[in-house]
């Protein structure tokens, strides 16, 4: 099993940032990727970012692409996520998931990913 933990959440004003963390534990992948959704109150969990683990490779939503960067943290084994300029769009639980992945890039798709977070609340207030 892998559990994933979350942190990094907290309520700041929009313009603001926050680094949001995720650290994993238990079963070593071979090949893998990590990314970030997020689901707001009454919507659908949408995908945010993601990074093969092997290449690095990077992916962005379009919504966040240009103020939120992933990275891999290779002490934690996890990854974090820098997001600046931060908009009360943003305010969502972020959850942290990782599963299998052979490609040159990473899903975008929810059920790419078989172990997720519990996840870390972002509030942006206007």
């Known amino acids: 099993q892998v559990q994933l933990v979350e942190s990094g959440g907290e309520s700041v004003q929009a313009g603001g940032a926050l680094r949001l963390s995720c650290t994993a534990s238990?079963?070593?992948?071979?090949?893998?990727?990590m990314a970030w959704f997020r689901q707001a109150p009454g919507k659908e969990r949408e995908f945010v970012a993601s990074?093969?683990?092997?290449?690095?490779?990077?992916r962005y939503a379009d919504a966040v692409a240009g103020r939120f960067t992933i990275s891999k943290d290779n002490v934690k084994n996890g990854i974090n996520l820098q997001m600046n300029s931060l908009k009360p769009e943003d305010t969502a639980v972020y959850y942290c998931?990782?599963?299998?992945?052979?490609?040159?890039?990473?899903?975008?798709?929810?059920?790419?990913?078989?172990?997720w977070g519990r996840g870390t609340q972002v509030t942006v207030s206007s």
């Open positions: 990074i093969t683990w092997n290449i690095g490779s990077t």
């Open positions: 238990g079963r070593a992948f071979i090949n893998y990727a």
């Open positions: 998931a990782v599963g299998y992945s052979d490609g040159p890039i990473a899903s975008m798709a929810s059920t790419a990913y078989r172990y």
